[in-house]
């Protein structure tokens, strides 16, 4: 059998040996892998003083700067002169740290192009290249090949956006580029010992949804499916990070990112090592911290930490009360979607070693595939709902289904095909009856000022809950949401000259909002799903 006839199964799965009591990935490991500059830790009280003074207006601007010195000898320098008579703090950042500005800033739109050609035109500009410099004066991670970054104040790959990004370099005809990502992630997975959030040394104590094996899916459907072996290695890897210590639980315990539901059953968890402020957005955690109780402010940071592994952050689908983002309470909850994406890695693993077949694979291969089984049978068990024909995330420790605050991530099952051909129906009739708007799917139902909620919709949601459905023959909704979504996008840019970050679907008049941040222009994922989904229309 030729690689050519086997990859519709391969492909299917992209749509759709572990090493317990490691330390990779634990606090200790995070201490030894920043081996460059880690900007919070490495600056101590300046860092804090530069963030919380509003240097900058945005915090993650200070995190990136270079210091154009040893840090020591700057945090020493910093300490004889903040006392001084006149002393400007601005003044002393601007003189020793090299201040970076938004990536892609300065292109100038040509309007009379389409909005196709437009973002044709971007993947030069929003593309690093190699870093071949270290990390000694830098909180950036160097990776050996290119990489197609967001854009605006997302200045480095970020993991689950590279995802989406790819489906418009292989609409693109740049499958070369999609290797050198997938080059670097795998590079990082053995460096590392896993896929950071992205490559900053303040992200790694934490990853994003997995979407590697997806990722190594789509290259392999878009050239062979035997380009897709060379990343079995680091596929198993970041399983095992992902994995970490389940071996070791009982029945209703926790570490990590495992769970072990009272049944036996293993499921995952969104998680970050570390329980500071993320430096990323320090003043905006640091403050909300200082309004808790001190026993209370550990576990709000871990929170929303592992939010931001979410991908989702901040949304109403992680808040115990909607109305309060101090009430965050990831760690606790078991998501859809997350453990969809690892059904999916599980899936791949196990089709990698049988096409691979050389001795041993055949086992591993059934181990995969029985772990994949058991993760799809506990998921649907515990986060249907019958009388709502809906996916919900579940709280682990009671098992109660968050039922209260549907959202779009509902979807991944069916992207990923773990749904029954009858959950597929209804929740596609779901998402068309609550969630489809003018603009395409909306990503909560509920308002609350936070950026992943109403009336925002996304790229990678959009992306998902479309080609979801149309995997459970929901056609025509499928083409309407494309439609909606397409239109709104060309409509900003016919607007704007901007692919943004995220868009208002409800009121297809106003651009996205809400969150820690403004609306960014790149924008690395909506151009990939932008130029994904115009291709199905014969867009080019």
Same mark, same amino acid.
């Given at each position: ?245 389940? !071996? ?128 799809? !049978? ?128 409800? !009121? ?33």
């Amino acid at each position: 059998m030729t690689s050519r006839r086997i990859l519709p199964a391969l492909a299917l799965l992209a749509s759709v040996a572990c090493n317990p009591g490691t330390t990779r990935g634990t606090a200790a490991s995070y201490d030894a892998a920043v081996a460059g500059y880690d900007p919070s830790r490495a600056l101590g009280p300046l860092f804090h003083d530069v963030q919380m003074a509003s240097v900058f207006p945005d915090s993650k601007t200070f995190a990136d700067a270079r210091p154009l010195a040893d840090p020591g000898q700057i945090v020493e320098r910093y300490a004889k002169a903040k006392g001084t008579p006149g002393f400007d703090l601005k003044a002393f950042v601007l003189q020793n740290f090299e201040i970076p500005g938004a990536y892609g800033a300065g292109v100038r739109t040509d309007t009379t192009q389409t909005m196709e050609q437009h973002i044709i035109a971007l993947w030069p500009v929003l593309t690093r290249r190699p870093d071949t410099t270290t990390a000694a004066r830098s909180s950036l991670i160097p990776l050996p090949n290119p990489y197609v970054v967001p854009g605006g104040r997302f200045r480095e790959v970020y993991y689950w956006d590279s995802y989406f990004t790819m489906q418009g370099l292989v609409a693109s005809g740049r499958t070369d580029r999609v290797k050198d990502m997938l080059d670097n992630f795998a590079h990082l997975i053995n460096t590392v010992g896993h896929i950071p959030n992205g490559n900053r040394t303040y992200y790694l104590s934490r990853s994003q949804p997995p979407y590697f094996a997806a990722m190594v899916g789509l290259y392999a459907k878009a050239t062979d499916t035997t380009q897709a072996l060379v990343y079995l290695d680091a596929l198993e890897k970041e399983h095992d990070f992902w994995m970490e210590g389940a !071996d070791r639980l009982k029945p209703a315990q926790v570490y990590r990112r495992v769970v072990r539901l009272p049944e036996g059953p293993v499921l995952n968890r969104y998680w970050d090592d570390r329980d500071d402020p993320r430096p990323e957005s320090y003043r905006e955690d640091y403050t909300l911290a200082q309004s808790l109780p001190d026993s209370s402010r550990s576990a709000f940071l871990r929170n929303a930490r592992a939010t931001a592994e979410s991908g989702w952050d901040f949304s109403s689908r992680w808040m115990r009360d909607t109305k309060d983002l101090r009430s965050l309470e990831t760690t606790d909850i078991i998501p859809v979607d997350l453990n969809s994406l690892m059904y999916n890695q599980e899936r791949m693993i196990a089709a990698l070693r049988a096409f691979r077949n050389e001795s041993g694979d055949r086992e591993v291969s059934e181990r995969y595939a029985r772990m994949a089984e058991q993760r799809r !049978d506990a998921l649907l068990r515990i986060s249907w709902s019958d009388a709502q024909g809906f996916f919900f995330d579940v709280r682990w420790r009671t098992g109660e289904r968050i039922a209260d605050r549907p959202s779009l991530a509902a979807a991944a099952p069916l992207y990923f095909g773990l749904a029954t051909p009858e959950q597929g129906v209804r929740t596609a009739a779901r998402l068309e009856h609550d969630f489809l708007k003018p603009g395409g799917f909306a990503t909560t139902l509920i308002p609350t000022g936070q950026q992943w909620d109403a009336p925002n919709g996304w790229a990678p949601l959009e992306w998902l809950a479309i080609e979801g459905v149309r995997r459970y023959r929901a056609t025509a909704l499928a083409d309407s949401a494309r439609d909606r979504w397409l239109a709104l996008n060309r409509r900003i840019y016919e607007a704007t000259g901007k692919m943004t970050e995220k868009y208002d679907v409800f !009121d297809i008049a106003r651009g996205g909002g809400g969150g820690e941040y403004p609306n960014q222009d790149g924008f690395g994922w909506t151009n990939g799903v932008a130029l994904a989904l115009s291709a199905q229309k014969g867009g080019h």
